[in-house]
């Protein structure tokens, strides 16, 4: 509805419960429901998944038009990153947020600082989306409160054709709150877990969830080593559940991210339950390292496979785990892919150990030979050494093509001493374009940073610290924080009302009219700022 139907309709009702609501102002109450467009989180995910398959369309027919998000642990963190968003780019179009189970653990868990190995409480997943979105909200409250005020003043100066103008933008107000890909891990626990947590998930907003194919009480961070992986219908069982947890809560479009991560990822847990020869848990059976033995080698308990007849043994560690062959990676990851997409995933997440283009492609291509709209959700993971990579990249790339290198070592392409260097510019280059290669080449419908914001929190709050309580003294708060973010137009240099005071204020006046006591009258500090 028009701004002026809203009034209208907050009219109606206030007149229909007659002289009892006669203080009940019906602009005011419609102010207040378009700053809160969102009852519920369930109406976020409804809302937001129709983005998501919308964006997911858009892509198929043109791959130019991927998504991108960054990672947030923080509700506050996440609001900035929308504000900014909004402020430089006018809209938020295929911008997300990304929710990283590492930076759960790492940040969010009662325990302090976890491992990113399914430790931490699992209700803090749910927990965070919904403070993201409770800040996103806020932002739009916040947003449009501003607004309304810019429409009182156009009023009060008798400007009528300011204030039309106003009203329309209100009537094409865009919301701060996006799609969230949130990560599940591998659902902390057995299929009814995963089904009772997603639910959890959807109802604080949760329009994509992301569920790796790892053990769950044996769950690794994907950049780590000692990775486990469970059998296909381990994992599709945990797929069905998420599926149906999105349709009980009638989110019929919500999306479900299938992550292997079995390029890494050498162990295994069990030995598939199979059923004929060339079935779905035969074919995870057959990756197993195995030695062929006689019946009169078998030793106390042994566990063998019988495959055309002929004896197997599985090689099992003493942590009773069995590994996989190597170099059976890849083809691990296709039949994963290929599985997931056949049982209800909607996307894909390959973890890989670099960002490389051509391989990441290489997988996605076997993968669209049986199911050709398969695309992925890709992890431009902080844990690549992005620098050190793509140098080595045009290194080997220019050695291939017979350029001259002697002025390189490849080993040492890190140092400082080659960042003016042809290479290093022609590496920023391809790291600049990585995203739209990627998605034009290796079927990259999102692309995502993980822990981006753990990062910055971390470098900015060294640089702070180092001028703070060094000679520089208070200059290195002015001068590398309050004085940029007033030239840069940071919203949050007015931290009050970031927080809240000025919509506080605003609804003072409605619930108490001339008798408000308000907060921001002339002495507010905050008028220092414009």
Known sequence: ??????????????????????????????????????????????????????????????????TQSLGCWHGFIGQQKLIAIKKHFGDTNKRYLYLSGWMIAALRSEFGPLPDQSMHEKTSVSGLIEELYTFLRQADARELGGIF?????????????????????????????????????????????????????????????????????EKQCGHQDGKVTVPHEDFLAKIRAVRYAFLELGVNDGIIVARTDSLGAGLTKQIAVTHAPGDLGDQYNSFLDCDE?????????????????????????????????????????????????QNGADLLWIETEKPHVGQIAEMVNEIRETVPSAKLVYNNSP?????????????????????????????????????????????????????????????????????PTYHTAALSTDNLAKEYFGEAGMLGYVKGVQRQEIRQGIACVKHQNMAGSDM???????????????????????????
């Open 1 to 66: 509805m028009t701004y002026q139907q809203e009034i209208q309709t907050a009219a109606d009702i206030v007149s229909t419960n007659g002289d009892s609501w006669k203080d009940i102002n019906p602009e005011h109450a419609a102010r207040m429901r378009l700053q809160n467009r969102f009852q519920t989180g369930l109406d976020i995910a409804r809302y937001t998944a129709a983005i998501m398959r919308k964006d997911m369309a858009e892509y198929d027919a043109d791959t130019a038009q991927y």
């Open 149 to 217: 005020r810019e429409l009182d003043a156009a009023r009060k100066a008798g400007d009528e054709v300011a204030a039309k103008a106003i009203e329309q933008k209100v009537d094409n107000y865009q919301t701060h709150v996006v799609p969230i890909i949130a990560d599940i891990d591998a659902g902390f626990g057995n299929a009814e877990a995963t089904y009772l947590l997603a639910k959890k998930m959807i109802e604080a907003g949760a329009c994509a969830i992301q569920i790796e194919n790892q053990v769950s009480d």
């Open 293 to 341: 033995i006689e019946p009169s080698e078998l030793a106390s308990g042994d566990v063998v496979i019988n495959r055309e007849g002929k004896l197997l043994r599985p090689k099992r560690l003493p942590s009773n785990l069995y590994q996989f062959r190597k170099d059976t990676g890849v083809e691990r990851v296709v039949l994963d892919c290929i599985t997931s997409l």
């Open 383 to 451: 844990s690549f050494n992005w620098t050190l990579n793509f140098r080595q990249q045009v290194f080997d790339a220019w050695s291939e093509a017979g350029t001259d290198v002697s002025a390189y070592d490849r080993d040492k392409l890190m140092d400082v001493s080659y960042d003016d260097t042809e290479l290093a510019t022609e590496a920023d280059e391809r790291i600049r374009t990585f995203q739209a290669d990627a998605a034009r080449e290796a079927g990259i419908f999102h692309h995502l940073i993980t822990l």
């Open 504 to 530: 506080g204020d605003d609804h003072k006046e409605y619930f108490a009219g001339d008798a408000a006591l308000k907060a921001a009258g002339d002495d507010n500090t905050m008028n220092q700022f414009g």
